[in-house]
């Protein structure tokens, strides 16, 4: 069973940085899309960045508003790892980030989305 292995979580203050990485736990046929979203507490899921290709190899990427010019995903190819470098950090940031995933685990499977267990952001002085 396909995982998505999300670490890099913490606590840092204001103004700080963190990097969150996502690995997925095994070989598969195709990855089309990585994405990292983010949930705060009593608000819905949101979408933070993400790749968004027609192949894995392509990396058109996307990233919300809040995100643009803050945080920047970029891609392990070898690792078939996802990173989010955040910087400038701010305690609205403050969510459990998600890994998510729309994959091909194999030739004769089809593509389906799956997502990590979630890391904690705190952003707090």
């Known amino acids: 069973q396909v995982q998505l292995v999300e670490s890099g979580g913490g606590l840092v203050q204001p103004g700080g940085s963190l990097t969150l990485s996502c690995a997925v736990s095994e070989w598969v046929f195709n990855i089309y899309i990585m994405a990292w979203y983010r949930q705060a507490p009593g608000q819905q899921r949101e979408l933070v960045a993400s790749m968004n290709t027609g192949g894995w190899k392509s990396g058109r990427i996307n990233y919300t508003e809040s995100a643009k010019g803050r945080f920047t995903i970029s891609r392990d190819l070898s690792n078939n790892t996802v990173d989010l470098q955040m910087n400038s950090l701010k305690p609205e940031d403050t969510a459990v980030y998600y890994c998510?995933?729309?994959?091909?685990?194999?030739?004769?499977?089809?593509?389906?989305?799956?997502w990590g267990r979630g890391t904690q952001v705190t952003v707090s002085s």
């Open positions: 998510y995933a729309e994959l091909k685990a194999s030739e004769n499977t089809a593509s389906a989305g799956y």
